[in-house]
């Protein structure tokens, strides 16, 4: 039976080479695509394991700014292998500048020699040295950002100075994620370069003058009965657990959240359009292999037998394609995983992991087995006198749609077209399926779009900074920055940012105190109102999710540094990107708070990115400027890397689709198509009636599609509005002029998928197709 | 007199490349057929009856020699202008019937017209006519599976008449059907020979060549003879054609 079904199948795939070929195609791709979001989600953080193992780093990090408290007690702690430090950091966020951008940086004094433990790794460049002129090392991330390599000379910008460096090497950082993973990366220098950019410094000094430890456990198990040890030296003052290496690696993991979510919605989709194409191809060869079948059963098959030839021919090349979908998929991973590589300074090489591929080879193989077996199974239980006497009933069917597109009085091509289409409606509907799915993705994509369009044009509609720039004032003096602002012609308004530490009950809050025309700032609200006055304070929508806030709600807010308490009332619940961010007017604060930020539009048709430079250099490069629109570009193009290539791989299988289905349709009706030409249509005519049939499905898919997309695109903005925690969902629907684009799209998309099989139309030749007359 | 010849062939040849080896199918044949004359092409298979009817039927192409319609040279066009021959001057009739399967008898019938850019109503107004005449209305609105095939060829009869074409050619138009409908078929072949009509038969079945007015005989590829059979009209010939 074995060898019966082999041979078969080798002989099926020899007669429809094409159609085999496609089908492999069109299986790999679904199993590449699975494969891709499996492995990205597995490796996401791969490249940072790689470096942390390189590091040899610790498991946890502790900082004290309390100098009575000595962590080097700590090594003696159950489950310490080994410590790192304590070394001095300063926890004021100095700034680098290379007179283009400006990057905040923690600054980390430590010895010429690495220590063997927990060492930051060098990517570029080499470590500090002692002699010649003061050297910093600094997180590879905020280097890329600036621009900076090693060799370079960069200003350390301290409250009134600055200070020279010379750039010795780029690092990744212990202790924290890099850059752009946190917002302020980490700078190395000697201690003796930090003692003389802050004279006099020490633990507790006004400087944020802290020590802090790298913790080496034996193992990871180690950690509860370590900080259980540890409780009583963590609950003294000035001392916290600074980070885990497990909640780092997640922060990492999370800079490639979107490529998971985006990678999943996707394979699924592909799965999904794959399984459609194994249905109609292999519904559509076992049609055309009635006689075939009933041929088997007069040589003695059973049906359960006929079924099992047919499984092993559609599973024989459903591995095959699988085997090429998993290597595609692993082959492909390094690009996707290359953001957080190229971060860390380390080649990216996908995890090849056991789970991940037989995933894929279940989930393929499972798809092709189903949608072959049931019309084998139906095929295999038919009568065989029946077929071998015809090559089934196809065809016979009439045409509804066909019967109306003829009352419609459309050209005669068009009406043959849709008759010939909706002789097989099922595959007809599949097959439009499969490009409804292209149209999904279309109208996502173009969501996509128009969301960073509304990001760009007016960034707090998804909960970002509500101005063209957000200048943080870094070290310039007040009074000075004020002056600078208000002597720009460029700035048509700006509100002045004050941001304080503050608690509410035990969660710590970030208080913005505002001052300006608020009214001019563009918060969005979801319910109330932005405040007043004095006394009023608006949550963002997240953080009134999670306490339990809402419009009316009195609350008590502690500002721990000037021991002062504010009574506020909710006025509005505003969308905010940030956790815990509460806005009160600043003349609520105490004098001692200076303002932070600057929240600045500016006139119509500034540019802005000179504008940022401009600012940057006429205060002397004291301010810290970012448009808001430039980072929103930088992660649609991040993104676009991501969506657009796996819009292709989509619209590829849903035209691979129209193609296999045309195909046999052709195939199965070459009869008709000849007598059609005895009849006096042309080439020509006969390649229109199938571009005619192609078209309506790409129509038909467009109208099923939009709506369905629009649906689509409104559950996975929710999921992302979740994801990133803004309290609502943020996506901008696409608008109505960019969905009319998805028409000609699909009606292309079906034109090239219809370009082939017009062609085999146009070529049957009568004599060839009637031979048997 | 010269002759009113509606289809002329000259010294026509065909041959097929089966894998290596050439099968000369038509062999020079010559042949005349005069402006309403019935024509029966009989011969054992494979002599080329067929292959004849092809090449006068614009679907396929002569190895050499010419093919005249009306006394204009057709044997050198390309596909597109055979094509609108075919929707003007020639009708085919197929021994399966060859309906599409999907349309109804009424949709088959009118679809050559369309093809040709009559319009929907006289289209139909055709079609009434032609299904009153050859008494098959009641399959209008019926599919080709829902009709014997004595109606099927009923229907191709009508469907290759609706554009009144010159010339018609069929292909055993009898073959698959049985004495009944044979005899039903040829009563209206002869009745639109009656009215005029230009008819090239191919057929094994000398019953049915018998209901032609010239028979003519091929063996291997060439033009054996031609014999009056039938009752011949007054103005109608059929010759082996004019030498070329």
């Known amino acids: 039976m074995i060898r019966a079904a082999v041979r078969k199948a080798m002989a099926d795939a020899r007669a429809r080479r094409l159609q085999a070929f496609l089908l492999f195609l069109v299986i790999s791709a679904a199993a590449a695509t699975l494969m891709l979001a499996l492995t990205v989600r597995s490796s996401a953080s791969e490249p940072f394991e790689r470096t942390v193992r390189e590091m040899n780093s610790a498991h946890l990090w502790i900082t004290s700014s309390n100098p009575d408290v000595d962590l080097n007690t700590l090594a003696a702690l159950p489950g310490v292998r080994a410590t790192s430090g304590p070394y001095p950091q300063l926890w004021a966020g100095y700034s680098i500048s290379n007179s283009e951008k400006k990057q905040q940086l923690y600054l980390v004094g430590m010895d010429e020699q690495l220590p063997e433990v927990d060492h930051p790794a060098i990517t570029d460049g080499r470590w500090l040295r002692a002699s010649g002129e003061p050297e910093i090392v600094i997180d590879r991330g905020a280097a890329l950002r ?13 409250d009134e100075r600055t200070v020279p460096l010379v750039v010795a090497g780029l690092a990744v950082p212990t202790g924290r994620a890099p850059v752009p993973v946190a917002e302020e990366g980490l700078a190395y220098v000697l201690r003796d370069t930090l003692q003389a950019i802050v004279p006099g410094g020490r633990v507790g000094s006004p400087q944020f003058y802290h020590e802090r430890i790298g913790i080496q456990l034996t193992d990871d198990s180690a950690a509860p009965a370590f900080l259980a040890a540890a409780e009583p030296l963590l609950a003294r003052d000035g001392v916290r657990l600074l980070d885990t290496r497990a909640d780092i690696a997640a922060d990492v993991e999370d800079a490639n959240m979107f490529d998971v979510i985006f990678l999943g919605v996707f394979s699924i989709f592909a799965l999904f359009a794959a399984g459609i194409i194994i249905a109609n191809v292999m519904a559509g060869q076992i049609l055309s292999q009635r006689r075939d079948i009933g041929l088997l059963k007069a040589l003695g098959f059973t049906p359960l037998q006929v079924t099992l030839v047919f499984l092993a021919e559609s599973l024989a090349l459903a591995l095959a394609a699988s085997i090429a979908g998993v290597g595609a998929g692993l082959a492909i991973a390094p690009f996707f995983l290359n953001r957080t590589a190229e971060l860390l300074g380390v080649t990216s ?14 989930a393929v193989l499972g798809v092709v087995a189903l949608f072959t077996a049931v019309p084998a199974w139906n095929a295999g239980r038919g ?6 006497a015809r090559t089934g009933k196809g065809g016979a069917r009439r045409s509804l749609i066909g ?7 459309l050209p005669v091509v068009v009406v043959l077209g849709v008759k010939d289409l909706s002789s097989h409606p099922a595959r007809a509907v599949a097959t439009m399926l499969a490009l409804t799915l292209g149209v999904i993705t279309a109208t996502f994509t173009l969501g996509i779009e128009a969301t960073f369009g509304t990001a760009m044009r007016d960034p707090a509609s998804i909960g970002g900074a509500p101005a063209d720039l957000v200048v943080d004032r870094d070290r310039y003096d007040p009074d000075a920055a004020v002056s600078l602002l208000q002597s720009r012609p460029e700035i048509e308004s700006y509100i002045v940012r004050t941001d304080v530490d503050a608690a509410y009950g035990e969660e710590d809050i970030d208080l913005h105190g505002l001052e300006g025309d608020l009214e001019r700032g563009g918060w969005v609200f979801v319910a109330g109102r932005m405040i007043a006055a004095p006394g009023e304070v608006a949550i963002g929508q997240n953080m009134a999710a999670d306490l339990g806030l809402d419009i009316g709600d009195r609350v008590s807010i502690t500002l721990p540094e000037s021991d002062t308490t504010l009574g506020l009332q909710v006025v509005g619940r505003y969308l905010e990107l940030d956790e815990n961010v509460m806005l009160v007017s600043s003349e ?11 929240y600045i539009n500016t006139v119509q048709g500034t540019d802005n990115g000179a504008f940022r430079r401009e600012l940057l250099r006429a205060s002397g490069g004291n301010f810290d400027p970012e448009v808001m629109s430039e980072t929103t570009a930088a992660f649609r193009r991040q993104l676009r890397g991501v969506i657009l290539p796996l819009n292709g791989v989509l619209f590829a299988i849903a035209a691979v689709n129209l193609l296999s289905t045309l195909l046999l349709g052709i195939r199965e009706s070459q009869r008709d198509y000849a007598v059609m030409k005895t009849l006096g249509l042309t080439p020509g005519q006969i390649a229109a009636s199938v571009f005619a049939g192609g ?17 689509v695109t409104t559950v996975i903005f929710d999921g992302m509005s979740k994801a990133v925690d803004v309290g609502a969902s943020v996506g901008t629907m696409p608008s109505a002029a960019s969905l009319l684009l998805i028409v000609p799209g699909a009606i292309a998309l079906a034109a090239v998928g219809s370009m082939l099989p017009a062609r085999a139309a146009a070529s049957i030749r009568p004599t060839d197709a009637l031979r048997y007359e | 007199m010269v002759a009113d010849l509606i289809i002329e062939t000259r010294n026509l040849h065909k041959s097929f490349d089966t894998g290596g080896a050439v099968a000369r199918v038509l062999r020079g044949v010559d042949l005349g057929v005069e402006r309403g004359a019935f024509v029966a092409i009989m011969g054992p298979s494979g002599c080329g009856k067929s292959t004849l009817l092809h090449l006068l039927g614009g679907l396929d192409r002569p190895t050499s020699g010419e093919i005249l319609l009306s006394g204009r040279r057709v044997d ?7 094509a609108v021959i075919r929707r003007r001057e020639v009708g085919y009739m197929f021994q399966s019937f060859n309906l599409i399967a999907n349309m109804t008898a009424a949709e088959n019938i009118e679809l050559p017209a369309l093809v040709a850019g009559v319009s929907a109503k006289e289209a139909r107004r055709r079609r009434d006519e032609l299904l009153a005449q050859l008494g098959i209305t009641s399959t209008a609105s019926l599919t080709p599976g829902e009709v014997s095939g004595g109606q099927q060829q009923r229907i191709a009869l009508a469907r290759a008449l609706v554009n009144e074409p010159a010339i018609l050619l069929a292909d055993e138009p009898t073959g698959n059907l049985d004495s009944a409908s044979t005899r039903e078929v040829l009563a209206m072949l002869r009745e639109r020979h009656g009215r005029g009509q230009t008819l090239v038969l191919v057929t094994h079945d000398p019953n049915v060549a018998a209901a032609a007015d010239r028979v003519v005989h091929m063996i291997d590829g060439r033009i054996e003879s031609a014999v009056r059979d039938g009752p011949a009209p007054a103005d109608a010939a059929a010759t082996p054609g004019p030498a070329p």
């Open chain 1, 146 to 158: 600036m621009g900076v390599e090693a060799g370079d000379r960069v200003d350390l910008l301290v």
């Open chain 1, 349 to 362: 090489a996908p995890v090849v992991e056991l789970m991940p591929i037989a995933i894929t080879c279940v």
């Open chain 1, 383 to 388: 009568s065989a006198v029946r077929a071998l």
């Open chain 1, 403 to 409: 019967a109306l597109a003829a009352r419609l009085r």
């Open chain 1, 588 to 598: 609520m604060l105490p004098a001692r708070y200076l303002p932070t930020d600057y």
């Open chain 1, 695 to 711: 078209a309506l499905l790409g129509v038909a898919a467009v109208i099923v599609g939009i709506p369905l997309g629009l649906a």
């Open chain 2, 76 to 82: 050198g066009l390309g596909e597109g202008a055979w």
